[in-house]
Nanobody, 122 residues
Framework: QVQLVESGGGLVQAGDSLRLSCAASGRTIGSYTMGWFRQAPGKERSFVSCISQSGVSTIYADSVKGRFTISRENAKNTGYLQMNNLKPEDTAVYFC???????????????WGQGTQVTVSS
């Protein structure tokens, strides 16, 4: 099994930046697509971004395209989500996840971190 731990969340002002990290253990993360999802209170968990095993392919939700950048360092078993120009609507718990496939659907992700809170004030 893959264990995932997110870090890097916090309280920031609109326009600020944060970098989230996702540290993996248990199995080499290079065998898995890594994804980021977020969930605000009362809302469904939604797709943010994902990156393929080698890092060649990436997908971004329209709401974050141009502001967020997903990356990974397989040698460190770590994934990242760089979030720039944060907006209040980005406020949510952010989860990293892993799957052997390449997908934007949370249903296809087998492993999940505990989540890290990102709060963006206006």
């Amino acid at each position: 099994q893959v264990q995932l731990v997110e870090s890097g969340g916090g309280l920031v002002q609109a326009g600020d930046s944060l970098r989230l990290s996702c540290a993996a253990s248990g199995r080499t993360i290079g065998s898995y697509t890594m994804g980021w999802f977020r969930q605000a209170p009362g809302k469904e968990r939604s797709f943010v971004s994902c990156i393929s095993q080698s890092g060649v392919s990436t997908i971004y939700a329209d709401s974050v395209k141009g502001r967020f950048t997903i990356s990974r360092e397989n040698a460190k078993n770590t994934g990242y989500l760089q979030m720039n120009n944060l907006k209040p609507e980005d406020t949510a718990v952010y989860f990293c996840a892993a799957t052997a496939s390449f997908s934007t659907s949370p249903a296809n992700y087998d492993y999940w971190g505990q989540g890290t809170q990102v709060t963006v004030s206006s």
